[in-house]
């Protein structure tokens, strides 16, 4: 049953990546047309910016594809890190992108010369805004699917979305600034941007690293997990309840205690209650170990 999920979840990442490569595709070189014709170095740049999401989007596919391969000789618990290995990628990537907006800001407040930049055709700040719209979509498109399945790279590329959408607001600030008269709004915007990006870049790479150490599953879930075990009929006490993540799934260890009169057969019974009460009601653990002690 587990392993139909894990395909299907495999799926819609995969779903889910294809639509945003087609969209950065379109989004890059209508941004790149619109920058040429309308005279706009930040249209040009933020074109670049989305034809860059692409790669990170292959990135995703790569890290999702051998994340979710079966357990083999070598790998007994399966590949799931390696999405986190994917996220971390997609985390640096993303601060990188960031601190380069923010530098080419720095750089332009520092050099000044604003009036000797051109002014930028309407067509630039359409296009801005069409670009907002777009990836302000693709990233609660994609933030969704990441939810719905538990997925940290997908996840780090609907951050790559928003970064996007932020470098749009950033070209159209920059933009209609420039045709209002104030050109120096282009670069503190860039400053402000890199510092939203670099932050979900942060976030994102905390995240992953957290993931790849076995951290043990929030409070709520664990409390939940007592909750279910102490439900099971025979089941009187916890003397164990250890989880810590693998990737984007938990494994949990568990040991309960049981009347020691009972017959080997019957204390099994209760832990195989147990184990299946937990993966059923806990999609996300992969993997669940019980241990019965004598009450």
């Known amino acids: 049953m587990k392993n139909v999920k894990a395909k299907t979840n495999e799926q819609i990442a995969m779903q889910v990546s294809a639509n945003s490569i087609a969209v950065n595709l379109m989004l890059s070189?209508?941004?790149?047309?619109?920058?040429?014709?309308?005279?706009?170095g930040a249209m040009i740049s933020d074109a670049i910016h989305s034809a860059s999401d692409v790669f990170s989007t292959?990135?995703?596919?790569?890290?999702?594809?051998?994340?979710?391969?079966?357990?083999?000789?070598?790998?007994?618990?399966?590949h799931d890190r390696f999405e986190c290995v994917a996220s971390i990628i997609l985390a640096i990537l993303l601060g990188v992108t960031g601190v380069g907006i923010g530098l080419t800001g720095v750089q332009k407040l520092i050099a000044g010369h604003y009036d000797t930049l051109a002014v930028p055709g309407m067509l630039a700040l359409a296009a801005a805004v069409i670009s907002?719209?777009?990836?302000?979509i693709?990233?609660?498109y994609t933030r969704n699917a990441a939810k719905k399945i538990n997925s940290g790279?997908?996840?780090?590329?609907?951050?790559?979305?928003?970064?996007?959408?932020?470098s749009s607001v950033g070209s159209f600030v920059g933009i209609f600034g420039a045709r209002m008269g104030f050109p120096m709004?282009?670069?503190?915007?860039?400053?402000?941007?890199?510092?939203?990006?670099?932050?979900?870049?942060v976030d994102i790479f905390r995240d992953a690293i957290s993931k790849?150490?076995?951290k043990s599953c929030d409070q709520k879930t664990v409390n939940e997990m007592h909750d279910c075990i102490m439900n099971i009929q025979g089941v009187e006490g916890i003397d164990l309840?250890?989880?810590?993540?693998?990737?984007?799934?938990?494994?949990?260890?568990?040991?309960?205690?049981?009347?020691?009169?009972?017959?080997?057969?019957?204390?099994?019974?209760?832990a195989e209650n147990v184990h299946q009460a937990i993966e059923h009601q806990f999609p996300l653990v992969k993997h669940c170990m019980v241990h019965v002690n004598p009450a």
């Open 58 to 78: 292959i990135i995703v596919i790569i890290g999702v594809k051998i994340s979710g391969k079966a357990s083999d000789e070598d790998h007994p618990y399966g």
């Open 132 to 136: 907002i719209v777009v990836k302000e």
């Open 185 to 201: 709004l282009d670069p503190l915007a860039s400053v402000v941007i890199c510092l939203f990006v670099v932050k979900a870049a």
């Open 212 to 214: 790849m150490t076995d």
């Open 241 to 270: 309840l250890k989880t810590r993540s693998f990737g984007s799934k938990y494994y949990v260890d568990i040991e309960i205690s049981a009347d020691g009169n009972k017959k080997l057969w019957e204390t099994h019974a209760i």
């Open 138 to 140: 693709m990233y609660w």
């Open 29 to 40: 070189i209508f941004k790149l047309i619109a920058g040429l014709l309308a005279s706009s």
């Open 153 to 166: 790279a997908l996840m780090a590329d609907a951050w790559h979305h928003r970064s996007d959408a932020l």
